[in-house]
């Protein structure tokens, strides 16, 4: 039975796992609020929930806390997918193997080098702050130096990654899963993140 009380969703709007809820929430149509975050700490709203994990999204739905998007969705994929409601999670298998595939895919291996492509030209890029606080995150330089000096083996790793996905769907499929007719499924959720990127680095010129 689906919860009586509304979810929401503590997010900063270009996280990609921020962006894999989002989508999955849309998807389903399930109701929910959205609490805009800012992209470094401190996050007071979520503070005052008691909760102390740094990264984001966080969902609340009344006095439960869930942190870690795949625990989210999985969260969301139990919650909402009775009394008629069907979730969009894999069906069989195969299904399963790729949806798991993709997942940790776009999570582990393509998100690294997506940092490293982020244009230093970007105002967010240059802000002390934000430097200070992904160094901190990542045990890693973010000065302009220090990224350009990343980019160009992170665009030939990018590109990889882009020609990976295109030939999973070189065969003219319309959804990552293959099906035609029942829409997209949670395997096309976690595929869309690396379309993300590729909007941002086309837009670069890169």
Known sequence: MAPSEEPILF??????????????????????????QPITL??????????????????????????????????????YSANGHHGIGARNKTE??????????TDVVVFKPAAAVIPTDLDLMKDPGFQ???EELWGRPWSKEAQEKLRPAALANMRENFDFLESVLADGRQWISGGEDDGVRLADIHGKSLEIDRLILMSRGA
């Open 11 to 36: 997010l900063w709007s270009f996280s990609p796992w921020a962006s894999k809820v989002v989508a999955y929430l849309t998807l389903r149509g399930i109701p929910h609020a959205r609490c805009e």
């Open 42 to 79: 401190p996050r007071p709203d979520i503070a005052a929930l008691g909760v102390k994990y740094r990264r984001i999204p966080v969902l609340s739905i009344g006095r439960d806390i869930y942190c870690d998007t795949l625990l989210i969705i999985e969260k969301l994929e139990s919650l």
């Open 96 to 105: 399963l193997a790729l949806e798991k595939l993709l997942e940790k895919w």
């Open 132 to 134: 200070k606080d992904r």
